[in-house]
């Protein structure tokens, strides 16, 4: 058997708020892993917002070092 592997590249912009709500972090990203630096940001509840052209996601994340 012979299988395809198709790997979807879907851009999406990725926004981290700081619990004041203020833009910590912003970058376009695209396929299915990324690493984004956190160890700079202090203990506490973040938010996640990921946007692409057809959908929208938003959570809350906790940091804890």
């Known amino acids: 058997d012979t299988y395809n592997k198709f790997l979807i590249q879907i851009e999406v912009n990725f926004v981290l708020?700081?619990?004041?709500?203020?833009?910590?972090?912003?970058?376009k990203v695209q396929g299915d892993t990324n690493e984004i630096p956190i160890s700079?940001?202090?203990n506490g509840i973040y938010?996640?917002?990921l946007t692409s052209d057809k959908h929208v996601y938003a959570a809350k994340i906790?940091?804890?070092h």
């Open 47 to 49: 938010l996640l917002h």
């Open 40 to 42: 700079h940001l202090s």
């Open 17 to 27: 708020y700081s619990p004041l709500g203020n833009v910590i972090y912003e970058q």
């Open 62 to 64: 906790q940091i804890q």
